[in-house]
């Protein structure tokens, strides 16, 4: 039999098989990955320098599929699909992944190219960049891509446009957590080659230099999330006359620098949007209709206005709440928190829709400007959650019917004008974990039915309000009661004998109750479990126990009490420890807490000198153990590397500059004023480039001041002021552009956020005590407003020179004293340039001249010295100047003899200010390089005058030749009998 054969099939039989055989040829025979990409993982993992917990421990065996992170196919070819490295383990938002154990630190490697068939990898959270590099430019050719994540590794530079040639890519994530991060776009127009993209996020990304970014974006209509948050994006008002981003649904463009009126923006034509982050902004304007579309809307989130202070002032202008909201159906939360809005509340709330009100669950517009009563809510709002009204203007009582809102978690309603009698009603709340009333008019009796149904409230703040509390042990479950505040509620005078019931508080507040007592021992072993404690702000005498440290503190607050004795020993997990404003004797116990980050022990009678057991504190933020007595030098040790905050002032500690400050590169307050600090300024202050409050003053300081100081652009307040300081002031001291209007920004010194694993937060308030500075002639104190604070305070030391011209460029500027000095020269003209001065002090230097024009201009000038200087001429007028110490105005001009007119009563007219006493010794004090021209020019000047008069005038010219002649012949004769006369004796002898 003949068997015929066709050649195609033979071909494409023969095509198969070769293939299906290459296949096997890199498969592993026991079905295992490929080895060529078992090799490039290995590479990879060469590059990971540091695997402190071991993550990629089990990366070693012929099978890479069973490696941790390491996804292949399913069918028997083993490519490698995934790589899925992610760290998971840390709250990467708060923790970089350079200073994160369980993140892996190294470098992405090029072998990852060989995984050709690559279609998820993930790195997000490690430490894969090295320090000052990029992204790596080569990912850009794994075109195999749909997912790509490497949020949350640090890198710097450009991000590589090559990115754009992975036309397969549906997610990318190249955000950050440093909203100061260096990495940056200055061209996303290859974002248009992403096809297929459907999440991209760039959040701390720098696109400032991009204007057309919504174009762009617009051109990729897959999109669905997108991120730009904190990107520095200008403005969000170009026009898109075609939306094209239909599928749109999670938009986050909060903390960016939008500064335009709200209505213009193009995202309000994206009507498929669900979620919407605007927060953080400099918007204005009305809404007009912008949100009468936004029927998906379930999230919109516009709070804090950037201007909200000036917004609250009615200096700048505000979001109206006008506009047609009858499309809301879906919204579940509206936060409009913190724009300073006006209007009646009840107006806002009538325009959501009834088909709003069965779907929101959180409501948020505290902070703002809102006025009227409580809105009546029964009936509706049944599935609220949180309601937050606190910070408005808001007056009436609180609606019994809030007491219907079954849901509700947390009622906010603090910092208003609400009076009458808290309900009853508010006990019906069930569900309710956090209640604050605080800072009301509230008054009436507090009693067992307000609380008795609150069985899930985990805080409760009754603060600064007429309320009185009768306080059984029968009122809180002791099982469920978690966090009580009682504070500013008078409870006293003694300590409140119920709470030995109370064994599962972990949080307590009983702060400013008027409690004049000791501190019971039962206390301690009651709440020996607690993490919170504060009883702050009472009477409580007596002293501690000899050792807690064996309490679960996390957080305690035993300040402004009268607690006296020495100081325990405290629990070594504690983070925040305050015992201010005491009693407390003796020395400074050796504190062994590794995890301490506010230490505050001002305000006692401390003894002795630091401990070096101190130098374990590697984790404190705050250390002010000021207004003691202690002594002796602070021990070498010390290693802060991360404090901002360190106040050692009044108290007898000497040596030189501390040393250590050097490595402070965070440090933001410091205070070493009124000890016994010696020696000179150091040059590498600049280092501690974070500073904005340096006190030195009333030590034995010397030496010039350091040009370097000048560098301290963040600086706001500097005092040397009592110290042995010489030499001239710094002539470029215009660099501290942190006392400028143009560099100044919103202070960051007065709070400070801290968790514990309880979830509570702690605001720390470092200016909530009052802070001594000398201004206007005395000594003023300053609280919280101390952070916005601007000064410049170098009196009572040995400078010389001219006052730099440069300085009238500091226009925040609000205190400059330069008294009690040897400063010469004139004040600089543009004295009037620095529109924030409040208090000018240039009292007791040489200064001489006349007072400048300009210093009329300083409108909030309230106090003003120049006394015993060298100053002549006219004194100014103005509105201002003629206002200041109007008891005895002079008072600010005296030994100044050269200066006339009011409020002086020495008469200008016809007096010649410039012929006296003091201006003639000024110019005894003229350079001698200087008076010697003047001669000269003088006798020059002289002879021509002389010339001329000869020249042109013929009778003077002949008087002048007969007297040269006359002058001629009795010379001639003298000369002649002189020299017969001296022959005639030579002859003789």
């Known amino acids: 039999m003949h068997v015929t054969t066709n050649p195609p ?56 599929c069973k490696w941790t992170g390491v996804r292949c196919s399913s069918n028997e070819t083993g490519r490698v699909l995934e790589l899925r490295l992610r760290n998971e383990k840390t709250d990467l938002h708060r923790v970089p992944a350079c200073e994160d154990d369980n993140a892996l630190s190294g470098e992405i490697s090029s072998s990852l190219l060989h995984l050709e068939q690559l279609e998820h990898m993930d790195l997000s959270g490690n430490c894969l960049v090295e320090y000052g590099k990029n992204i790596p430019s080569f990912l850009g050719s794994m075109k195999n891509l749909r997912y790509l994540n490497l949020s949350f590794i640090p890198s710097f530079g450009e991000v590589p446009p090559q990115l754009g040639n992975l036309s397969r890519l549906q997610y990318l994530d190249l955000g950050f957590n440093d909203p100061y991060s260096m990495k940056y776009s200055s061209d996303i127009t290859w974002l248009k080659n992403l096809h297929s993209l459907q999440h991209l996020s760039m959040r701390h990304v720098n696109l400032s230099q991009i204007s057309d970014w919504p174009q762009i974006l617009n051109g990729i209509p897959s999109l669905r999330v997108i991120d730009f948050r904190d990107c520095s994006l200008e403005s969000a008002n ?29 995202f309000w034509k994206a009507t498929s949007l669900k979620y919407l982050d605007i927060s953080v902004h400099r918007f204005f304007g009305e809404f007009h209709d912008a949100l009468e579309n936004m029927s998906s809307l379930q999230v919109l989130d516009l709070s804090y206005s950037l201007h909200s202070r000036l917004l609250m002032k009615g200096l700048q202008n505000n979001l109206v709440m006008k506009g047609n909201y009858k499309n809301l159906c879906s919204l579940e939360i509206l936060d409009l928190s913190d724009n300073g809005i006006n209007g009646d509340i009840n107006e806002l709330m009538e325009r959501l829709p009834q088909c709003t009100w069965d779907n929101l669950l959180e409501l948020h517009l505290g902070d703002n400007n809102f006025t009227g009563t409580l809105p009546n809510l029964t009936g509706n709002f049944t599935n609220l959650i949180i309601l937050d009204l606190s910070a408005n203007n808001l007056i009436g009582s609180i609606p019994p019917e809030l007491g219907y809102l079954s849901s509700l978690t947390a009622l906010h309603l603090g910092n208003n004008h609400l009076n009458g009698t808290i309900p009853n009603k508010i006990g019906a709340l069930t569900n309710l974990t956090s209640l604050d009333l605080s800072n009301n008019n509230l008054n009436g009796i507090i009693t067992e039915e307000h609380f008795a149904g609150l069985i899930s409230l985990k805080k409760l703040n009754l603060a600064s309000n007429n309320l009185k509390v009768v ?49 019971p021992n039962w206390f301690w072993q009651t709440f020996s479990l607690a993490t919170d404690i504060d009883i702050s702000n009472n009477q409580l005498s007596g002293t501690l126990p000899a050792d807690l440290s064996g309490m679960s503190f996390l957080m305690l607050n035993l300040s402004s009490n009268q607690l006296t004795g020495k100081i325990p020993q405290f629990p070594r997990n504690i983070t925040i420890l305050d015992i201010s404003r005491n009693s407390f004797s003796g020395p400074l116990p050796s504190i062994e807490a590794p995890q301490l980050k506010i230490l505050l022990m001002f305000s ?3 003894g002795g000198s630091i401990p070096e057991s101190f130098c374990t504190l590697k984790e404190l933020l705050d250390l002010d153990l000021s207004s003691n007595v202690l002594e002796g030098k602070i021990p070498h040790c010390f290693e802060f590397k991360d404090i901002s905050f360190l106040q050692l002032s009044n108290n007898s500690l000497s040596g030189y500059f501390p040393a250590f400050l050097r490595k402070c590169t965070h440090l933001g307050f410091l205070d070493l004023g009124w000890n016994k600090f010696f020696g000179r300024l150091p040059d590498w202050i600049v280092e501690v480039n974070e500073l904005q409050f340096l006190r030195l003053s009333h030590n034995i300081f010397s030496g010039n001041i350091p040009v370097e100081i000048t560098y301290l652009n963040h600086l706001q307040y500097l005092d040397l002021s009592s110290n042995n300081i010489s030499g001239v002031i710094p002539w470029h001291i215009s660099n501290l552009t942190g006392m400028t209007k143009k560099g100044l920004q919103t202070p960051g010194l007065y709070a400070y956020p801290f968790g514990n694993e309880t979830g509570y937060t702690t605001m720390v308030n470092q200016f909530e005590d009052v802070l001594s500075i000398i201004t206007k002639g005395q000594q003023l104190k300053y609280g919280a407003g101390l952070a916005y604070y601007m000064g410049i305070d170098l009196s009572g030391n040995s400078l010389t020179g001219e006052i730099p011209s440069g300085i009238t460029s500091l226009d925040a500027l609000i205190n400059l004293n330069l008294s009690s000095n040897y400063l010469s020269g004139k004040i600089p003209s543009k004295i009037g340039a620095m529109q924030s001065l409040e208090s000018l002090d240039l009292s007791k230097n040489k200064i001489f001249g006349e007072i400048p024009v300009s210093l009329s201009n300083l409108t909030s000038l309230s106090y003003l010295n120049l006394s015993y200087n060298n100053l002549y001429g006219t004194i100014p007028r103005g509105r201002q100047l003629d206002t200041l110490n109007a008891d005895n105005p002079s008072i600010m001009y005296i030994g100044n003899s050269g200066l006339c007119g009011p409020p002086l009563r020495k008469n200008c007219s016809g007096y010649d200010g410039y012929i006296h006493r003091d201006h003639r010794s000024n110019r005894q004090e003229l350079d001698p390089m200087s008076f010697h021209l003047g001669a000269i020019l003088g006798c020059v000047v002289g002879l021509w005058i002389v010339f001329c008069a000869l020249l042109f005038k013929k009778t003077w010219r002949v008087s002048y030749f007969r007297l040269v002649d006359k002058l001629y012949d009795k010379v001639y004769v003298f000369a002649a009998l002189s020299w017969a006369s001296l022959s005639r004796n030579s002859d003789a002898e």
């Open 9 to 64: 099939h033979l071909l494409l039989l023969t095509i198969l098989l070769l293939t299906t055989c290459g296949a096997l040829g890199q498969q592993h025979p026991d079905g295992g990955c490929v080895p060529a990409e078992r090799a490039a993982l290995l590479s990879f993992k060469k590059g990971i320098t540091i695997d402190i917990t071991n993550r990629l421990a089990s990366w070693h065996g012929r099978d890479c």
């Open 238 to 266: 170009q026009s898109l006359p075609h939306m094209n981003l239909t599928k749109l649904q999670k938009l986050d463009l909060s903390s960016n620098n939008f500064d335009h009126e709200i209505s213009y923006c193009w």
């Open 471 to 519: 306080v059984g042990a029968h009122w809180f479950p002791p099982f469920r009661l978690q966090n009580a505040h009682f504070a500013s509620c008078p409870m006293g005078p003694l300590f409140p004998a119920w709470l030995q019931q109370q064994l599962e508080i972990s949080e307590l507040d009983l702060s400013s109750n008027a409690l004049i007592d000791k501190i």
């Open 604 to 606: 006692n009678q401390i």
